[in-house]
């Protein structure tokens, strides 16, 4: 089911499911090395968070909690990385997460500031690093030369997540190719803040959206033939319904509704303490310590946000 044609009822698996088309994955990556002048390219491999096999642990970066590591960069080839953006963002300022901070896809449509030896630049999470332990950004080879020279290769940062980041516009959402009114899957664009989930009304009741790896919100039984309400809450407890939504296979649709600020509609209070969200196991804080040996990088401080809350939340935690 690939080309969103489907007539009739798609066939279920053994698991009494329609089978979902392949998420995007990320295939091509250029990583950067110390010394180097030249960039290695290795071949990702893809991380299978279905059917158990995500990280026993893992929580994208949220609140006010500043964390460090290291950077390194590669260049996406104008593709949207494993949170299936339609296209890279056309300031090309974006960054890939390990599997245990990109959460099994908690972390998508998040943004980091990221600090390094020379400056600070604002990036947008849109992809997995496969290989990256927790603390290793893998930033767009722009984003890195925002803040450090790139025949360094590797370097130390600091970064922290943003909190109420300037939307780019009211939120967006494109059904999958093969989606239909038997199997119902999303994505949801600008939103600013990492998403806790995502519901659909149907019979006058919400259903909740089961969200992959890859970034879609699944309904596996469907949610009718549409027009749909479909609601949306973020980690910080912000809560909007964007209505009209129509089953419309590979097209971007853009609302009236924003997440949050000027033309957000029903929105929730938010919460200095952000919600835990989703994850296919308990996961825990994923704070990277500040090593003895390795101290944070010296340069341009984080870039501010007027909207972060007056007691800084907490990374959310679902481990116990």
Known sequence: ?????????????????PPAPAGPRRTRRRLAAAGLAGI????????????????????????????????T??????????????????????????PSEYAAGAACGGFLDVTGPRGAVRVL???????????????SAEAFARIADPVQGVVKVSYRAVVNPSLPGPLTFRMKEGASQWWFAVLVGDHGNPLRSVEVRQNGAWRSADREDYNYWLVPSGAGPGPYAIRVTDVYG????????????GQVQRSTTRMYGTG?????????????????????????????????????PLLLDAALPATSPTVPTACG
């Open 238 to 249: 912000h809560r909007v319904t964007a209505t009209g939504i129509r089953m419309l296979p």
């Open 73 to 98: 960069f590669y260049d996406s080839a104008g593709a949207g990385g494993n949170c299936s953006r339609p296209a890279a963002p056309a300031n090309r300022l974006y960054v890939a997460l390990g």
């Open 40 to 71: 290695a390219v290795v071949v990702a491999v893809t991380l299978a968070v279905r059917g158990g096999a995500a990280p026993a642990c893992a929580a994208p970066p949220v609140g006010a909690a500043v964390h460090t590591g290291k950077a």
């Open 1 to 17: 089911m690939t080309d969103g044609s489907a007539p009739h009822p798609p066939t279920t698996t053994g698991g009494g499911r």
């Open 125 to 139: 999470v849109m992809d997995q690093c496969p290989e990256c332990a927790p603390g290793h950004l893998d930033l």
């Open 264 to 300: 957000a509609a029903t929105t929730t209070t938010r919460s200095a303490k952000p919600t835990r969200p989703p994850s296919a196991r308990p996961t825990p804080t994923v704070s990277v310590s500040p090593s003895p040996t390795r101290p944070t990088p010296t340069g341009t």
